[in-house]
């Protein structure tokens, strides 16, 4: 039977949580928060939340729970309109500079391989740096080594060709055991954080961060917070890909153009001063 949670247990629990595990747990949706609790419980049969608490001296548990708690996405090129839209960023901004992009809360690997692909077939010679952030070890660990299922392949297939990508998606992939391997390019610097969307990244300031549907769980106030660190993390002239059920609040308008209202992207005004 599903534990039930009351609204005084689940505001204690996002607490305890939030100190715990590092993970922004009390600036989550009341019903994100309820439903992934009872879900997660259920899982490790816990009845309550004293056993929860004793479990979290547990490393690889709290790993496995920030893990539990991120949305992950599971195709390539997901949402191909948008992947067509960068292509388009990149061709008309990027041909001549080095630049950083920064993933503030990855998905899954798919998002950073669809990335990946993009950049490989483009014409130019780039310089590029890419900060991935995610939550948990384990899935940092995952997508640095690539692996995807076969049975996802006829789906990723599609969206590449939606894409309009130029050559066969099966280029980009080993045959392993477990599945399939994406190739890693050596020649792009990728730096792993573990750590959430309100971790500015270390290696400097972004000229591209993408976080699509990223906030869809949190609160509006935090939401608010998360912007902040976005305009501050983004260089002058730099863009911020927000997907399609995001948008920039009002109070951006004099900072940011949005360039593209469908798939929700967004240029920083290069005039702005510091």
Request: with cysteine.
């Amino acid at each position: 039977m599903a534990v039930a949670f009351s609204i005084s247990e689940i505001r204690e629990v996002s607490e305890q949580l939030s100190v715990r595990t590092g993970m922004p747990f009390k600036h989550m949706t009341h019903s994100f928060l309820k439903r992934r609790l009872a879900m997660f419980f259920d899982k490790h049969s816990i009845r309550k939340t004293d056993d929860l608490y004793e479990r979290l001296e547990q490393a690889n548990f709290v790993d496995g729970l920030r893990q539990f708690f991120t949305i992950h996405s599971t195709e390539l090129f997901r949402d191909a309109g948008f992947w067509r839209r960068l292509r388009k960023v990149f061709r008309d901004n990027y041909s001549i500079k080095d630049y950083h992009i920064w993933f503030p809360a990855v998905a899954s690997g798919e998002e950073l391989y669809s990335l990946l692909i993009l950049l490989a077939e483009l014409d130019d010679e780039l310089n590029i740096r890419i900060t991935v952030n995610h939550e948990s070890e384990a899935s940092l660990k995952l997508i640095k080594q690539g692996i995807l299922q076969h049975r996802k392949m006829d789906t990723n297939a599609y969206n590449y060709k939606r894409f309009e990508g130029k050559q066969n998606i099966e280029q980009y992939f080993d045959e392993v055991e477990d599945g399939i391997r994406f190739k890693m390019n050596p020649g792009i610097n990728i730096n792993f954080q573990r750590g959430g969307i309100d971790l500015i990244p270390e290696t400097g300031n972004a000229d591209i961060i993408i976080m699509r549907n990223s906030l869809l769980y949190f609160t509006k106030d935090y939401h608010e917070g998360i912007k902040h660190v976005i305009d501050k993390s983004l260089n002058k002239g730099g863009y911020v890909c927000l997907g399609v059920k995001e948008q920039l609040p009002a109070p951006y308008n004099d900072r940011f153009e949005c360039i593209d209202d469908k798939e929700k992207i967004y240029s920083k005004f290069s005039f702005l001063r510091d």
